[in-house]
């Protein structure tokens, strides 16, 4: 009698895949980043303040904007996820092109809100010792800014694959952490806008 072969076992699958696991941790490193200039802004201002070194000013009402254009493009992607996992394609290519458009829109309420702090000599490198309060929020919304450069690269792929017919409700993996990530910078722009208005 012949000896047969050993059968192969195959590996399980993993509990989370590890897209989704790069995901979460790039989201976590983000948050801990983010963390560390929200503190060292708390920490610097009041000694800043005892030395007359420390601007206060109104942040720009495009920063606002921005805030409520985050809010509607968060509503449109989760509404593109779900008409993925309902396998409505049309939908679901109609909806990541319009969170593509407030995406954008998001972009240039961000550059308004620049150019106003600008107009106001409030530049990242400042010639008055007391606008050091404007290079934090300048660092902190350009860090911001470029997490949403990001997220824009991830839906302009979600678009193509879309039209592809590569997103539907058996293959939904890219356009759950695309909806992720879209969700995470947008909670992040939420608190980091709260922050420097309530802080500034």
């Not at 989370?16 to 979460?24: G, S």
């Not at 694959?161 to 995470?184: A, D, G, P």
């Amino acid at each position: 009698m012949a000896n047969s072969s050993p059968k192969k076992v195959k590996d399980p699958a993993p509990l989370i895949a590890p897209f989704k696991m790069n995901l979460w941790l790039f989201m976590l490193a983000s948050s801990m980043l983010f963390a560390a200039f929200v503190s060292a802004y708390i920490v610097a201002r009041p000694d800043a303040e005892a030395k007359q070194l420390w601007t206060s000013f109104d942040l720009p009402i495009y920063f606002f904007y921005s805030l409520v254009i985050s809010i509607l493009s968060s509503v449109t992607i989760q509404m593109a996820t779900n008409a993925a996992k309902k396998d409505e394609l049309a939908k679901n290519k109609g909806l990541i092109a319009v969170t593509l458009v407030l995406s954008v829109l998001f972009c240039y309420s961000q550059y308004l809100g620049w150019s106003r702090m600008v107009m106001q000599d409030l530049t990242f490198v400042n010639a008055r010792p007391e606008h050091i309060s404007a290079s934090y929020v300048w660092v902190i919304t350009v860090l911001h800014f470029i997490h949403i450069l990001g997220g824009i690269i991830l839906l302009a792929v979600a678009q193509v694959k879309s039209f592809r017919l590569e997103i539907h409700k058996k293959q939904i993996t890219f356009m759950s952490i695309t909806n992720t990530y879209w969700h995470f910078v947008g909670l992040l722009w939420f608190i980091l806008y709260l922050f420097l208005y309530f802080a500034r």
